[in-house]
């Protein structure tokens, strides 16, 4: 059996685990830890606290600070309302390509690291190599945040990582942070004929987002010089402002739901004191002058930093000579990436399939693109 049939049957198998990211995981890390124990490699799961989700980091060579990690989330995003033209948990194989649900978001390239890690086993020597699976990415890159937390903890310290995002093998080496907030406003009921005697939600909600669209133009005033994003500014999006139910009522609740996708983390610092400046000088004081209950909170949802252009990244350096690539892109979509560039490793994402078939119906990845991503795992063997 070739190293692609390897991978193609774990694929298949991984396809099988129905992971959504509102689901358990567990049974999927099991089986990943089970191929990587045969493989060689030392195990730990780390379970989050409901007992539901885990991590998987397995490692390969010796103990100890340093080495490189390959990193893969095992969630993925639901099927339901989706016109699949079949299950989407049984994998197809058709014209070359590998349909199912994760095949290339992003089982495909964990399941290219399984087929690999035997040969890794007995190549490395001289560094540990990491096969890090994470759950809940999909939801707030949920478990990489738990799994930094640990390691910082742990005073363990990878020195590069590549997250095996779907780019079609090109290599990434810059994506932009994504925050979203959750921020709910509350009022005090009345009659419409007398708003003076009542704090409208809705109407403080709308101060606010106003405020949101103010921060939106400024920050492209603070666009980094040579900024190579599109847009090249950090950016703000209200998705959606409810409160309230009839015209005549003052409205006692509301709430936003927003997020910013910061080029550099000090536009997210920016703009959470702008806000916090103006709900603590002007909103809040004239909202409690007629009910002191009235208040102002905000839920964050996910703060996931991005991945910032470096001029020096060892992994990008890496990873383009494995791929042979003479040039490096950014994305506008988010992975745990930023996450573990802030630990200080150099990150790079490079990874099977194409992000254009992600979290759609019939997903699929293709035999060339593992091929590739074979070819590269290989090429980091003979390397190390």
Not at 59 to 67: A, F, K, L, S
Not at 284 to 302: N, W, Y
Not at 307 to 328: F, H, I, S, W
Request: net charge negative.
């Amino acid at each position: 059996m070739t190293l692609l049939d390897r991978t193609i049957a774990t694929l298949g198998e991984l396809i099988a685990f129905p992971s959504i990211s509102s689901d358990s995981n567990l049974d999927c890390i099991d089986y990943l830890a089970k191929r990587l124990k045969a493989a060689g490699a030392r195990i730990e799961v780390m379970q989050d606290e409901s007992g539901a989700k885990a991590n998987l980091f397995a490692t390969i060579g010796p103990e100890g600070d340093g080495g490189l990690m390959l990193c893969g989330h095992t969630d993925v995003v639901p099927v339901a309302e989706q016109p699949w033209t079949h299950d989407p948990f049984d994998m197809v194989e058709r014209d070359g390509r590998l349909y199912g649900r994760g095949t290339c978001d992003m089982k495909g390239f964990i399941a290219a690291c399984v087929a690999v890690a035997p040969y890794l086993a007995e190549r490395v020597t001289d560094r540990p190599v990491h096969f890090v699976f994470t759950h809940d990415e999909e939801v707030g890159c949920l478990g990489a945040q738990a799994l930094v937390k640990v390691l910082q903890g742990r005073g363990l310290r990878p020195s590069l990582a590549i997250i095996g995002e779907p780019t079609e093998m090109r290599v990434i080496e810059g994506h932009k942070g994504c925050y979203e907030y959750h921020t709910e406003f509350t009022g005090l009921e009345g009659h419409g004929s007398a708003p003076d005697r009542g704090v409208s939600a809705t109407e403080y909600a709308a101060r606010y987002v106003m405020r949101l669209i103010e921060l939106k133009d400024r920050l492209k005033e603070r666009t980094p010089e040579g900024s190579r994003f599109e847009p090249p500014w950090t950016t703000i999006n209200v998705g959606s402002l409810n409160g309230g139910f009839a015209p005549n009522v003052i409205a006692a609740k509301a709430e936003i739901a927003w997020e910013m996708r910061p080029v550099v983390t000090a536009d997210a610092d920016f703009v959470k004191a702008e806000l916090a400046e103006y709900c603590d000088e002007v909103l809040l004081p004239a909202m409690r002058a007629v009910d002191p209950d009235a208040g102002i909170a905000t839920h964050t949802l996910g703060e996931v930093p991005g991945l910032e252009p470096m001029t020096v990244n060892a992994a990008r350096d890496l990873v383009c000579k494995l791929t042979g690539a003479n040039g490096t892109d950014l994305v506008p979509f988010g992975t745990e990436a930023g996450l573990f560039q802030s630990m200080g490793i150099d990150t790079v994402v490079c990874g099977p399939g194409s992000i254009t078939q992600a979290h759609k119906a019939d997903e699929f990845v293709s035999h060339d693109q593992l091929e590739m991503c074979l070819g590269m795992l290989e090429r980091l063997g003979e390397r190390l």
